[in-house]
């Protein structure tokens, strides 16, 4: 039972810019399950959860996906840019993915070491809804009260999409949203909050994805006791909610903004940390 | 531009089979031996090293 709802947190909260590593350390501490880490079983069953959220961007994405893969395999056989829109996006996209791909490999490991705790995990969280709040005041001073025109996203520049790829660097921190780090790194280059979640709903996609076929081989390592169905059942509630979720969240950044789920995380963080300092959780 | 890009691609494939046989474990967790994701990171390198070799050998648009 614990393991479907910590799938059902997973597929939701990698999504909402809300950080779903900082929610896999709180709720489990929170509901004082006893959740071991480092458990071989335990980051094996977080891999297959990942799988599942990464197969659900594709599917819901899909018909972009097959254009911007077909764009980029055309410009690769061409050796030239055309400067068509899904060819535009996709090198995008694979810029992007650089920087969060080396600070991945090389950062993960050192930085959950050191921050991997509950108490750090509330504190950036906290953080978090600081950064979603300062994203959204300098938008508004820019774009609404000086009237500055918001840019398309086939508009963004390479150094842009690293810009946006670096901030999604921050999510190795628990309680940094990956999602509203790079939302909020979309705003400030200009990007309205529906292109800006478009862009980093496609930027995660890869890193996902990536994060989930390298770590694949822990389901086969000793000492790892993940049962298929349990995985597969996990894989495919994690599928659904980031499903339900990607369809949501595109729906509300429409008209919305970040800020409600800046309070959350402010809430959630605050009383979080409280609770760490009462010695109510460990 | 293009040898550069080939120079590099060279390397970064080269680093990337050093990983896979555990040679080297630069900043790398040192209770795995081979560090897979650090090679799976180089042949990526490497591999868009070459897409950018294949750019840099078109000629220019007149």
Aim: glycine content about 8%.
């Amino acid at each position: 039972m614990q393991a479907m709802l910590l799938a059902v947190l997973q597929g939701v909260s990698e999504l909402f810019p809300v950080s779903s590593l900082g929610h896999t350390i709180l709720v489990p501490a929170l509901l004082h399950w006893t959740v071991d880490r480092r458990d071989p079983t335990f980051l094996a069953f977080v891999v297959v959860l990942h799988f599942g959220t990464a197969v659900a961007l594709v599917v819901f994405y899909r018909r972009e996906w097959l254009r911007i893969v077909r764009a980029l395999v055309a410009s690769v056989r061409r050796g030239r840019l055309s400067g068509a829109r899904d060819e535009h996006i996709a090198w995008l996209l694979v810029v992007g993915s650089i920087p969060v791909g080396i600070l991945g490999v090389y950062l993960e490991s050192p930085v959950r070491g050191l921050f991997g705790s509950a108490a750090f995990a509330s504190i950036f969280l906290m953080i978090n809804a600081l950064i979603m709040f300062a994203g959204e005041f300098f938008r508004r001073r820019q774009h609404e009260n000086r009237g500055k025109q918001y840019k398309r996203l086939e508009a963004m520049t390479w150094m842009q999409s690293i810009a946006v790829g670096l901030a999604q660097s921050l999510a190795l921190l628990p309680g940094i949203s990956r999602s509203g780090a790079s939302i909020v790194a979309g705003l400030a280059v200009d990007l309205d909050h529906e292109d800006a979640a478009h862009y980093s709903f496609l930027l995660a996609t890869p890193v996902i994805g990536a994060a989930a076929l390298i770590e694949m081989p822990r389901l086969w390592g000793a000492g790892v006791h993940v049962i298929a169905l349990q995985a597969l059942v996990g894989a495919l509630l994690a599928g659904v909610a980031a499903y339900l979720s990607v369809a949501f969240l595109t729906k509300y950044f429409q008209r919305n903004d970040l800020r409600p789920f800046g309070w959350y995380c402010l809430a959630f963080g605050a009383l979080c940390l409280g609770l760490i300092l009462k010695g109510v959780i460990a | 531009m293009k040898y550069v890009a080939l120079v590099v691609a060279i390397i970064c494939f080269l680093i990337a089979v050093l990983y896979a046989l555990g040679a080297i474990g630069w900043f790398a967790d040192p209770a795995h031996r081979h560090h897979y994701s650090h090679f799976a990171l180089f042949v990526v390198l490497g591999a868009l090293a070459l897409v950018w070799m294949r750019f840099a050998a078109q000629p220019a648009r007149p």
